[in-house]
């Protein structure tokens, strides 16, 4: 299984990016999926998570109202649109498959390397 993220960037504050995270190896449309981020001395923190039909969706409190989880299933792609961003949204932000919505992150069986965010202020 191959998860890989894009879109990453330096951005500044009041900006906005839209991630893109690729799933190859396992059958897309079977599983959850989960967008992540860890900064700098801060543990792994979870974004927001989709469901395997794109029906349910959350999302951290400090990003409610900014960003937007969606799936293309037809493309095997994940996306996190994200707005009005933060200089406290600077993190790598990782893609998670395979795991469950209401759960812990160590639910996800498959990750990706990694997109870096960065907003400057």
């Known amino acids: 299984v191959q998860v890989v993220e894009s879109g990453g960037g330096l951005v500044q504050a009041g900006e906005s990016l839209r991630l893109s995270c690729t799933v190859s190896g396992l059958t897309f449309t079977d599983v959850n999926m989960g967008w992540f981020r860890q900064a700098p001395g801060k543990e792994r923190e979870g974004v927001s998570c989709i469901t395997w039909t794109g029906r349910s969706t959350n999302y951290a409190d400090s990003v409610k109202g900014r960003f937007t989880i969606s799936r293309d299933n037809a493309k095997n792609t994940l996306y996190l649109q994200m707005n009005n961003l933060k200089p406290e949204d600077t993190a790598m932000y990782y893609c998670?498959?395979?795991?469950?919505?209401?759960?812990?992150?160590?639910?996800?069986?498959?990750w990706g390397q990694g997109t870096q965010v960065t907003v400057s202020s």
């Open positions: 998670a498959a395979g795991g469950s919505c209401s759960g812990s992150p160590n639910t996800f069986a498959y």
